[in-house]
């Protein structure tokens, strides 16, 4: 059981599912707020990447974004066949109606709700991002984002995240988010 920064102790009773566009901080967040509640994170593009031995961006050139995908959804369903946890999806992987199903099944998702020029600021300058690889990939990021909200929306839970926010901050909000939900964290005496 974890103690938070309220000093009462929760358990975390299904998985926590982060999702967003690349660039929210599902990640970082996801890392900090599996420390906060002392329980596993999990990373679906890590496992992935460590089960192909080969980045996401190597298997995108490879085999195709199809070929991922199926690959992405076997991976989290097999996280989510484990204890709870924090998991961090890909910035496509709630996009597959299998997933959002299969997430709503066994877990919980959050969407980390970042806007469009801070994504843009976190992402630009990394190479890492196979979907940004185009002549103009700001407007390729702005477009992945107008087609990609209104699936987040459909997220169980949601928290804004704002550049003045630290990692903590935003984990911390998520955890008050989840007490919202007591199917999802328990507090325990």
Do not use: C
């Amino acid at each position: 059981m974890a103690e938070t920064a309220l000093n009462k102790a929760v358990r975390l009773r299904k998985s926590v599912v982060l999702v967003g566009m690349m660039g929210a901080g599902k990640t970082a967040v996801g890392r900090a707020l599996a420390q906060m509640l002392r329980v596993p994170f999990l990373d679906s593009d890590a496992e992935i990447e460590t089960a192909a031995a080969m980045s996401i961006a190597e298997i995108f050139a490879r085999d195709g974004e199809q070929f991922f995908r199926r690959r992405e959804s076997e991976v989290i369903a097999r996280l989510l066949a484990g204890r709870p946890a924090i998991l961090s999806t890909g910035g496509g992987a709630f996009m597959q109606e299998n997933n959002r199903r299969l997430i709503s099944e066994k877990g919980v998702s959050v969407w980390i709700d970042a806007d469009l020029d801070l994504l843009w600021q976190r992402v630009r300058h990394k190479s890492t991002r196979p979907l940004l690889r185009t002549d103009n990939p700001r407007q390729t990021l702005s477009e992945l984002f107008d087609a990609r909200v209104p699936v987040y929306r459909l997220a169980d839970l949601s928290v804004r995240t704002e550049p003045k926010y630290s990692i903590e901050d935003t984990a911390r909000a998520v955890l008050d988010t989840l007490r919202s939900r007591a199917d999802v964290l328990e507090e325990v005496s």
